[in-house]
């Protein structure tokens, strides 16, 4: 079985603080995606990843950067947490065909 | 802007009565469409990839079908039980692109 592990369930952050959340994949997949889930809008692409150290904007890339030093590891920072990134964050993996697998997501709250 | 639709957003029913609902999609450039089933406190499962028009898929009581030449796919639910109760998503793949295109969900609630 796939598994796509996140590092944190809940978080709670300052405004201002730099927040990094973590997703590993263990089935070699090629592609990793950060999503958001808002009540009412859906899941929104933030960044996806298709190769080592590549990376590309997703819908809504503005207040992320993105980070994909191993093939398993795909890292999600915040650089100055606001208030309007508080979400649900949801990690996916593929590999050809586009069936992602999704982690478990992680609330985070910025206070 | 490429838009997915699902109808309708949120549905509550009774144990054993069916469901269905409906993902509407751009059929323009269409490669794939895809299901996800999101229990609460839980990560979101593949339920169905479907690519062909006229396509239907069956996993247990849950079924879906595709048109691809007017749009749209239903997923419908015979004789729903509480577990059934999720949030559905359906994402388009358009083909060219590692991307999904995600619809704003349909929250399902069976009630005992």
């Not at chain 1, 809008?41 to 992320?64: A, H, N, Q």
């Not at chain 1, 993105?66 to 508080?86: D, G, H, P, W």
Request: contains cysteine.
């Amino acid at each position: 079985d796939v598994k796509v592990t996140q590092s944190s369930r809940y978080l709670v952050k300052r405004t201002g603080e730099k927040v990094f959340l973590e997703c590993v994949q263990d089935m070699d997949h090629e592609n990793m995606f950060w999503y958001r889930q808002d009540p009412g809008l859906g899941l929104r692409l933030i960044y996806f990843s298709y190769d080592v150290k590549m990376k590309e904007k997703g819908d809504i890339p503005e207040g992320y950067s993105v980070s994909r030093e191993k093939k398993e590891r795909f890292s999600l920072i915040l650089e100055s947490a606001s208030t309007n990134q508080t979400s649900m964050y949801l990690c996916a993996s593929s590999l050809q065909p586009l069936t992602q697998y999704f982690g478990p997501g992680t609330r985070l709250l910025v206070l | 802007i490429l838009n997915v639709e699902q109808s309708p957003q949120s549905l509550h029913v009774q144990e054993g009565d069916s469901t269905n609902f409906t993902c509407s999609f751009p059929s323009s450039n269409f490669y794939a469409l895809h299901w996800y089933r999101w229990e609460t406190a839980k990560s979101p499962e593949a339920l169905f990839v479907m690519t062909l028009n006229g396509d239907e898929k069956k996993k247990g009581r849950i079924s879906a079908t595709l048109n691809t030449k007017e749009g749209y796919s239903y997923l419908y639910i015979k004789g729903s039980q509480p577990e059934d109760s999720a949030t559905y998503l359906c994402a388009l793949d358009q083909g060219g692109s590692e991307k999904l295109v995600f619809g704003k969900g349909m929250k399902l609630t069976v009630n005992p």
